[in-house]
């Protein structure tokens, strides 16, 4: 299954994000100031479109792997 953005939570100066794959999750937390002028939605959404292009990348990669040879030597 791939990876993909859950939610993101403001902690103070930090946003912590959350991505999962149906059975693993994993909090990233990105600790940057926002821009000046931007809202904490605009932050946020920066931050998960910039999440989201990671995952994209991650998840390209990560095609379907034939390992049933790898069993015969089990």
């Given at each position: 299954?791939?990876?993909?953005?859950?939610?993101a939570v403001?902690?103070?100066?930090?946003?912590?994000?959350?991505?999962?794959?149906?059975?693993?999750?994993?909090?990233?937390?990105?600790?940057?100031?926002?821009?000046?002028?931007?809202?904490?939605?605009?932050?946020?959404?920066?931050?998960?479109?910039?999440?989201?292009?990671?995952?994209?990348?991650?998840?390209?990669?990560?095609g379907e792997?034939?390992?049933?040879?790898?069993?015969?030597?089990?």
């Open positions: 299954m791939a990876w993909a953005f859950e939610k403001k902690v103070g100066m930090d946003l912590r994000v959350v991505v999962g794959n149906g059975t693993e999750t994993t909090v990233l937390i990105y600790g940057f100031p926002m821009k000046a002028g931007q809202t904490q939605a605009q932050f946020k959404a920066a931050v998960r479109k910039e999440v989201r292009a990671w995952l994209d990348d991650i998840n390209a990669e990560a792997v034939d390992v049933s040879s790898e069993y015969a030597t089990l």
